[in-house]
């Protein structure tokens, strides 16, 4: 093996557990807007497991995509807000109350972008240091 093909590994586990990180991130978000203290608890369980590791530690940024990520299927959810839409089939018709998914949308996207672009620049800099 190779000092390039340690780095790879290196590269390529770091990024496994940002995404690892994600999953908590979403699972802390989740808690936060909707399951409370039935997913916030796990989620906080498994963060303070994995942050007991200086190597996984460092991937931590994945938080911020993973909350963002959720945040993006809300305001997905609610594309057709703000306010009341009706709708109508052959057997059956209802209304239903959507929130305005555009705070949610750039929320997201901030957190969600912003945790990737950081851990990447983290990993570059790492990797091609000056």
């Given at each position: 093996?190779?000092?390039?093909?340690?780095?790879?590994?290196?590269?390529?586990?770091?990024?496994?557990?940002?995404?690892?990180?994600?999953?908590?991130g979403c699972g802390v978000a989740l808690g936060a807007v909707s399951l409370g203290w039935f997913a916030?608890?796990?989620?906080?369980?498994?963060a303070v497991l994995m942050a007991s590791r200086p190597t996984i530690r460092r991937s931590a940024l994945g938080l911020f995509t993973g909350a963002g990520a959720l945040?993006?299927?809300?305001?997905?959810?609610?594309r057709a807000g703000p306010g009341t839409t009706c709708w109508r089939t052959a057997t059956a018709s209802g209304c239903?109350?959507?929130?305005?998914?555009?705070?949610?949308?750039l929320v997201g996207l901030v957190l969600f972008v912003g945790g990737v672009v950081g851990y990447a620049r983290r990993v570059r800099s790492r990797v091609l240091p000056g």
């Open positions: 093996m190779t000092v390039l093909d340690g780095s790879l590994r290196s590269y390529r586990s770091g990024w496994a557990w940002f995404w690892a990180w994600a999953l908590v916030s608890a796990p989620a906080a369980f498994v945040l993006l299927f809300v305001a997905w959810v609610q239903d109350q959507h929130l305005n998914p555009v705070p949610w949308l």
